[in-house]
């Protein structure tokens, strides 16, 4: 009967000490205010750099303020350009000046828009990260051609007009005169230079323009240079093309091989270089460098050591022994 009693008592005692322990956490929680259906502004120099609206915000003194399905707009101020945003929910850290956007994000400007899951932006660094499946639609301002990009992450300085999408990287780059067709891209990594018209891939690079399709190790896209007698896109390691060709007759396959193929758009030729090989029905050919027009069943060779065999002539000697 004592023990009982001790063990009730002591029980006793330890739920009051929770519950003080309880009450002193409670008083030393953070209070949110809460305001439905408000405009929000940050000013800068008396001018507003950030405003938004949003069906509700949630503030922790003047730090922090989450938002609900916010809708609003960053202004450049030395530059005089726009940012414009949406999302599923918000929250802004004004120390830090970092945007967090989650749910259906939306970023979108006079040459660009950033889809994404959740978004993080850091205004005063320009610089933005992107998560859960990204994707980017976007206008080169020289060529006026339209480049959309979806990955799984990206790292990017919108006013440097410089992007880096990482993972499962694909996309399509649609010139501005339809008829000059589409390409088609993929690779593990891709860095995006607006200022330079540049796309550079890397990691398990595929491209597919018209009749061809070309793998390889690493590319770069020179994207001002499609109607220029200058490289349009070079590839690295490991190049393969395969190529269907239209013939009277129907059509055959084309493949070839090497460590570096140049394309020329505006000539429509490529020129592989590093040990290249092409092979064509049952014919073979090797030499220093070999360039292939498109669409064309024509191959150039350059070096008289080129070694040209053809596995037809072989099976007919074959047959004569």
């Not at 501005?176 to 995006?192: R, T």
Request: cysteine-free.
């Amino acid at each position: 009967m004592i023990l009982n009693t001790a063990i009730l008592l002591a029980a006793f005692r330890q739920k009051a000490v929770e519950g003080l322990v309880s009450k002193k956490a409670s008083s030393l929680a953070p209070e949110y205010t809460r305001i439905k259906d408000l405009d929000y502004f940050h000013l800068v120099g008396g001018l507003p750099q950030m405003s938004l609206n949003a069906k509700e915000m949630r503030s922790l003194g003047e730090n922090l303020a989450e938002f609900t399905l916010p809708r609003g707009v960053y202004n450049y101020l030395q530059k005089n350009k726009t940012l414009r945003y949406q999302a599923d929910e918000a929250s802004y850290q004004k120390k830090k000046d970092l945007l967090v956007l989650t749910g259906n994000v939306q970023i979108t400007s006079a040459e660009l828009e950033y889809f994404a899951k959740k978004i993080k932006y850091y205004f005063k660094k320009d610089y933005l990260l992107g998560s859960g499946g990204v994707t980017f639609k976007g206008l080169d301002l020289k060529t006026q051609d339209q480049l959309e990009i979806h990955a799984e992450s990206m790292k990017s300085n919108p006013q440097k007009q410089f992007t880096v999408f990482n993972e499962d990287v694909k996309g399509s780059l649609q010139r501005k005169k339809k008829y000059e067709g589409k390409m088609i891209f993929a690779s593990q990594q891709l860095q995006l230079d607006g200022i330079k018209s540049l796309a550079h891939l890397d990691g398990d690079v595929k491209m597919s323009r018209d009749s061809y399709v070309i793998t390889a190790g690493k590319a770069d896209i020179y994207l001002e240079n499609f109607n220029k007698s200058l490289k349009y896109f070079v590839f690295n390691d490991d190049v393969k093309v395969t190529e269907t060709l239209r013939t009277p007759t129907g059509t055959s396959l084309r493949k070839a091989s090497s460590e570096r193929l140049e394309g020329f758009g505006k000539e429509q030729k490529m020129v592989l270089s590093g040990a290249p090989k092409v092979e064509h029905g049952e014919d073979i050919v090797k030499g220093y460098r070999i360039t292939i027009r498109e669409n064309m069943d024509l191959i150039e060779v350059d070096d008289a050591m080129s070694d040209v065999q053809m596995k037809r002539e072989k099976e007919k000697n074959k047959l004569k022994e």
